[in-house]
């Protein structure tokens, strides 16, 4: 079957037959409490020094949330490069509302060595510009999570990251 993928007239990227079969590897997790968790795997080699966006099918909402932490673990040993970037994209793919929402330049010794793991609060060096905060509302009531590398990274590195947050007031979501 024949794929192909687009966005509609209502904004939104939709994609069909075997453009649909290329699996995500986001995902925002069922955690009990007040506390919530995206997740996703970064494969480094695949950065550029523009943002790409991380996965289609899950959203960073703005309404009423506090974004507590990041971590980040290393699946597999990373190299060249020399810092990672994490943001977030509005909904048309394209405008970028912050590349350094979550991580801002976060230096290659956090993620070079597989099992390494750092957690990032405000105060660490490398924590983005949101973490700690209630974020204003996005123009478009969410966002796409983005990634960015300063330098070239090679071979196989993995870097899974962890964002999380809770409800702060009422969330309608």
Same mark, same amino acid.
């Given at each position: 079957?024949?794929?192909?993928?687009?966005?509609?007239?209502?904004?939104?990227?939709?994609?069909?037959?075997?453009?649909?079969?290329?699996?995500?590897?986001?995902?925002? !997790?069922?955690? !009990?409490?007040?506390?919530?968790?995206?997740?996703?795997?970064?494969?480094?080699?695949?950065?550029?020094?523009?943002?790409?966006?991380?996965?289609?099918?899950?959203?960073?909402?703005?309404?009423?949330?506090?974004?507590?932490?990041?971590?980040?673990?290393?699946?597999?040993?990373?190299?060249?490069?020399?810092?990672?970037?994490?943001?977030?994209?509005?909904?048309?793919?394209?405008?970028?509302?912050?590349?350094?929402?979550?991580?801002?330049?976060?230096?290659?010794?956090?993620?070079?060595?597989?099992?390494?793991?750092?957690?990032?609060?405000?105060?660490?060096?490398?924590?983005?510009?949101?973490?700690?905060?209630?974020?204003?509302?996005?123009?478009?009531?969410?966002?796409?999570?983005?990634?960015?590398?300063?330098?070239? !990274?090679?071979?196989?590195?993995?870097?899974?990251?962890?964002?999380?947050?809770?409800? !702060?007031?009422?969330?309608?979501?």
């Amino acid at each position: 079957m024949v794929g192909g993928n687009w966005r509609n007239n209502d904004g939104l990227f939709v994609q069909f037959g075997t453009s649909k079969a290329i699996p995500t590897t986001m995902g925002d !997790y069922l955690s !009990y409490g007040d506390t919530r968790e995206i997740e996703f795997t970064i494969l480094m080699s695949s950065l550029t020094a523009t943002p790409a966006i991380m996965g289609n099918t899950t959203f960073f909402g703005s309404a009423s949330v506090f974004i507590e932490s990041v971590t980040t673990d290393v699946d597999v040993t990373t190299a060249g490069g020399t810092s990672l970037s994490v943001g977030l994209m509005n909904l048309d793919g394209s405008t970028v509302i912050s590349n350094t929402a979550f991580l801002s330049a976060a230096p290659i010794a956090d993620h070079t060595t597989a099992g390494q793991r750092k957690d990032y609060t405000v105060g660490v060096t490398g924590v983005g510009t949101l973490v700690g905060t209630v974020p204003a509302a996005f123009a478009s009531g969410g966002a796409y999570i983005s990634a960015l590398a300063a330098g070239t !990274y090679t071979g196989l590195g993995a870097v899974k990251v962890r964002i999380r947050y809770r409800g !702060y007031g009422t969330i309608t979501q």
